[in-house]
């Protein structure tokens, strides 16, 4: 993997990239299955623990998720919508959002969650006012093109590999 030089990177805190919303509680007493996503605390498989048809809450596609409890800072994108538990923080984002930026955001947001624990609980106020180091443009803003770009580039990469993967398996 290369390094990318993030010399030039400048702060922004998640608060002004992101409306940070708490997940809502759903027991397991209270879960009746179905085909909703529910996304809880945990570091596996997307933060997916269970398929619900609870529909009350429900959080869109295109966006994040953020343990604050628990599994504390791990973050994925989700390109579904689902039910967001009360150990979940939403990252609503406040700009012009998709998967490859998302994907390239939320490996820095679960870096910077490394001062937090199951003790020392990352909650929406402390996650809002917490900064992330972003590429920047010539005029000092989220460099979201770039961001873009290079996570299609990985993408692309790597859907390269596994296809030779799949032919050499073959063989």
Not at 37 to 64: D, E, Q, Y
Not at 144 to 154: C, G, H, P, T, V
């Amino acid at each position: 993997m290369r390094r990318i030089d993030t010399s030039g990177w400048m702060p922004f805190r998640i608060g002004d990239l992101f409306n940070v919303v708490k997940g809502t509680r759903l027991t397991k007493a209270n879960m009746k299955p179905g085909e909703i996503r529910f996304i809880s605390s945990s570091a596996m498989n997307n933060g997916l623990t269970a398929m619900v048809s609870n529909n009350k809450n429900i959080h869109p596609a295109n966006t994040l998720t953020v343990c604050y409890n628990g599994s504390v800072g791990e973050t994925f994108y989700q390109d579904k919508p689902y039910w967001a538990s009360d150990d979940v923080n939403v990252l609503y984002p406040r700009f012009e959002f998709n998967i490859y930026i998302g994907m390239f955001i939320a490996p820095i947001i679960k870096a910077v969650s490394s001062r937090y624990n199951f003790a020392n609980k990352w909650k929406r106020g402390v996650m809002a006012a917490s900064e992330i180091k972003l590429p920047v443009d010539a005029d000092g803003k989220p460099d979201f093109a770039y961001m873009d770009s290079y996570m299609r580039k990985i993408m692309k990469e790597s859907e390269e590999n596994l296809e030779g993967l799949r032919r050499a398996l073959r063989i």
